[in-house]
């Protein structure tokens, strides 16, 4: 037998295990092994790419107090890693993903991916080609074809998938389905999404480059840059401020929209839009001319994005994103003693009908109902309470994750999950068309007046027609070159 199919052999052990589990043959798990035993099938061996940060905490909710096992840990900064390594005493450490996932492929059976996110699709991707389950951060990816093409292969390698939108399981996004559903705010016409992101330094000089900190080699610094664009270490890139170059990064759209856009995506049913346009904030440091960065994401942004008619809503709908402190006004319906969205109005969502509107904060917090003349609905205690999994860290996000990866794909809790890549792959591509309009709107073309003096033509600050299925922009060839990316040599998508 092959290494893939002994690792695959596991896999399928653990489905007929789970199914053992679930009634079809009763087995007592004394019989199996005696006190303290605990059944190879109750126990997923995870790995980690990205220990550190985010990664430090879904590697511990997936093993979720030792119902799951941690074999592996990767992470090229092994001070960033440090709390993982201590906790997680018997995993093997590796700096190159590649290496682990082609060592341990006959041990590992699902991974958690936290890493920056030009690091996702090429990761997702390998793990799932030698058919291990992905959990997957926000956003799903770097850019739009990746996103679509991790989707697909999920379905190609019949593998559990879910992204790290922890708010998708927050039973608030349910309650506001079924107000929708219940069509107590009519048809909705407008959605109003923000953010307080960037809280790190961006729309600044690209960086120069500094020596590397001694715990850092050369090598680990070239792992980290992966199959983005080499560019010298410096500490406006690592740990975490990498967010703000599009070399590494998706900016304050890319880290929050995945959370914040995800509540009207799920309660409209939404699906690829079809028009989207922006304007960015800019920075003067001289008189008159403004600061022109086109390596790194913009100090705030507006983006507009148009969607048709869907199952459940009779009218196109306008998206409207503000990041950088910007928010939208506040509507009459809501009392005007109420925040918008969350405490501080940092962050929110409002859906607005014809009848009514629905409003949220981040992870699908605090949902609330306003109508005109009418008391506001809010989410009672017993309804999260009703719900089975929900109080465990980040709604149990990560751990139906593992519960579905062990039923295997296909059954009943994987299509119970609430962002694997079927829903979190579209959701993703149209989080990421802002990005797109973003990057063209700082296209820029040199040309000379009639005076013969040297001019800017900003060609790209247009309003960009998108054809979903295809990936493309239809009115502007130019915007097509951020749909995509070119991989450094030596790392590939597929
Ligand atoms: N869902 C959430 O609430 C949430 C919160 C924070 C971050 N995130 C997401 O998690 C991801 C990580 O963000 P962060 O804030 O933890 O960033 P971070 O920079 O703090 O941590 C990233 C970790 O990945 C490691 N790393 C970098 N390149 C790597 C590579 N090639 N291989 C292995 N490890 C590598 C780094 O050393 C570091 O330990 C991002 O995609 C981010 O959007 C999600």
Known sequence: MDKKQTNKSRRGFLKNSAMMGSGLIIVPRHVLGGKGYTAPSDRLHLAAIGAGGKGNSDIRNAYNDGVNKVVALCDVDMNQAKDSIKKFKKAKVYKDFRVMLEEMRKDIDAVTISTPDHIHGVAAMTAMELGMHVYVQKPLTHNIYEARQLTE?????????????????????????????KGLIGTVHTVEVWTNRPVWPQGIPVPKGQPLPDHLSKKDWDLFVGPAE??????????????????????????????????????????YP??????????????????????????????????????????EIMLNWYDGGMRPFHPDVIPVEDYLGEPGNNNGVLMIGDKGIIACGTYGRDPKLYRKGEETLTMSEEYFDSFAHTKLPEFGHQIAWTEACKAGFDSKEHKALTSSFDYAGPLNETVLMGNLAIRSYALKKEKLDKQGRKRSDFHGRKKLLWDGENMKVTNFEDANQFVGRTYRDGWKLI
């Open 153 to 181: 292969a999920a379905r190609k390698h019949k593998v559990v998938t879910q992204m790290g939108n922890q708010g998708a399981s927050n039973p608030g996004q349910t309650l506001m389905m079924e107000w929708m559903q």
């Open 230 to 271: 080499y560019v010298d270490y410096d500490p406006l890139y690592h740990p975490f401020k990498w967010r703000g170059w599009w070399n590494f990064g998706t900016g304050a759209l890319g880290d929050m929209g995945c959370h914040l856009i995800d509540p009207p995506f799920r309660v409209l049913q939404l699906g």
């Open 274 to 315: 079809t028009e989207v346009e922006c304007s960015v904030g800019q920075i003067f440091k001289r008189d008159w001319t403004p600061e022109h960065i086109p390596e790194g994401c913009p100090p705030s942004s507006k983006v507009q994005i148009k969607f048709p008619k869907t199952a459940i809503n009779d009218s």
